[in-house]
Nanobody, 123 residues
Framework: VQLQASGGGLVQAGGSLRLSCAASGRTFSTYATGWFRQAPGEEREVVAAISWTGRTSYYSDSVKGRFTVSRDNVKNTMYLQMNSLKPEDTAVYYC?????????????????WGQGTQVTVSS
């Protein structure tokens, strides 16, 4: 599976962005997936994760209520709708997929990674 993240950019605080993660390969629809981010000088952290069915999701406390993860298994694409963005959301955002197991919060659980897309939120 190859993953391609897109949709990042520069936005003012309070604004919105929608990230997309397009996957190649027919097996994507059976993989749990997630979004992670890494700010300069910081460790990579989970943002949100979603089961392969899309029925179960997880959000970190820092984004809960502002971000929404979803997926379209027909289009082989996962999304992250980000609203009410804050300067502390500034980071490179990565999408990831895991071939075995359900929804996961830890980056080591994921087998496949996209290249990352930069999100910058100005104050």
């Amino acid at each position: 599976v190859q993953l391609q993240a897109s949709g990042g950019g520069l936005v003012q605080a309070g604004g919105s962005l929608r990230l997309s993660c397009a996957a190649s390969g027919r097996t994507f629809s059976t993989y749990a997936t997630g979004w992670f981010r890494q700010a300069p000088g910081e460790e990579r952290e989970v943002v949100a994760a979603i089961s392969w069915t899309g029925r179960t999701s997880y959000y970190s406390d820092s984004v809960k209520g502002r971000f929404t993860v979803s997926r379209d298994n027909v289009k082989n694409t996962m999304y992250l709708q980000m609203n009410s963005l804050k300067p502390e959301d500034t980071a490179v955002y990565y999408c990831a997929a895991r071939s075995v197991g359900g929804l996961a919060r830890d980056d080591y659980a994921y087998d496949y990674w996209g290249q990352g897309t930069q999100v910058t939120v100005s104050s």
